[in-house]
Nanobody, 125 residues
Framework: QVQLVESGGGLVQAGGSLRLSCAAS????????MGWFRQAPGREREFVAR????????YYTDSVKGRFTISRDNAKNAVYLQMNSLKPEDTAVYYC??????????????????WGQGTQVTVSS
């Protein structure tokens, strides 16, 4: 069992930066791949980024490539999402998620076993 708690969201102007954190409980955190998703009002939850358990393999959705960076610190049981050059269209609730083992598509909500409660990111124009 893994419990996830996100933090770091807030209100920022376009072009600004935020760093989201996700704190995980459990002794097996280092064995999980971690992902970030987001959900804007009236839209489905969508994939943002994924990082392998080793921290070596990363995936990003095209709209955030070059602007967002996912990282993890297994010693601290934490995963991060550094978001730079933020745009109004990045406004959403951001969720971190843990995946025990890749069974299908890493972009799929159903792939992930545990979810945090989300943190709001609002980017003003």
């Amino acid at each position: 069992q893994v419990q996830l708690v996100e933090s770091g969201g807030g209100l920022v102007q376009a072009g600004g930066s935020l760093r989201l954190s996700c704190a995980a409980s459990g002794r097996t955190f280092s064995s999980y791949a971690m992902g970030w998703f987001r959900q804007a009002p009236g839209r489905e939850r969508e994939f943002v980024a994924r990082l392998s358990s080793t921290g070596i393999i990363t995936y990003y959705t095209d709209s955030v490539k070059g602007r967002f960076t996912i990282s993890r610190d297994n010693a601290k049981n934490a995963v991060y999402l550094q978001m730079n050059s933020l745009k109004p269209e990045d406004t959403a609730v951001y969720y971190c998620a843990a995946d025990r083992a890749l069974r299908g598509s890493y972009r799929s909500v159903g792939e992930y076993d545990y979810w945090g409660q989300g943190t709001q990111v609002t980017v003003s124009s």
